[in-house]
């Protein structure tokens, strides 16, 4: 049985050039998603999603491979990004940023096949944030992104680039939330190795 790496499959998706902005089309794609308030650094409630995700979508994984023969590589973690006052970013006040933490999942699985896999994680485990991850699609459309060498923390400059210079000059406003792709894990590599997507879906201003 051969293995789909979505990594692959959506290359332009998971790849972007570490020194220019770059424009995607990106397409309605299905996801298991979870939602939450707080510091991702020391929220009890961040890591109790995580674990929660992470439970049901290699579930998910298992239960494609059995029962559907279809197998596949569960993507990279991915995050939404927002507060209802967005210059807590700048200040960083973490405690008030909102988020939605998401893992690409193929569109051949169903609502009715997550809840399966729910049960089963359910029965063992049972992560104590389980009820909160749902199958849900989400659409970009055209979005700028560009790859973040380094600590998360110093993303900074080149969102601050991003807003100030780059969309300005080139006729571009925001058109949804701020949006990471994490390749890397900061529990396996050191900071300065991190890689991340950092992705701003936009629209033509005017």
Known sequence: MSKIDFKKEYKELFSASKKDFEEVNVPEMQFLQ?????????????????????????????????????????????????????????????DSWKWTMMLMTPDWITSEEVENARAEVAAKKNPEALSGVRLDTYEEGLSLQIMHMGPYDAEAPTLKRLHEEYMPANGFIPDGLHHEIYLNSPTRVAPEKLRTILRQPVKKAG
């Open 34 to 94: 979870i939602d939450g308030v707080g510091n991702p650094n020391s929220s009890p409630a961040y890591t109790l999603a995580l674990e929660a995700l992470y439970a049901l979508a290699y579930k998910v994984k298992f239960y494609s491979k059995q029962e559907l023969g279809k197998d596949y590589v569960v993507p990279p973690l991915e995050g939404l990004w927002w507060a209802d006052d967005m210059t807590s970013f700048a200040s960083g006040d973490k």
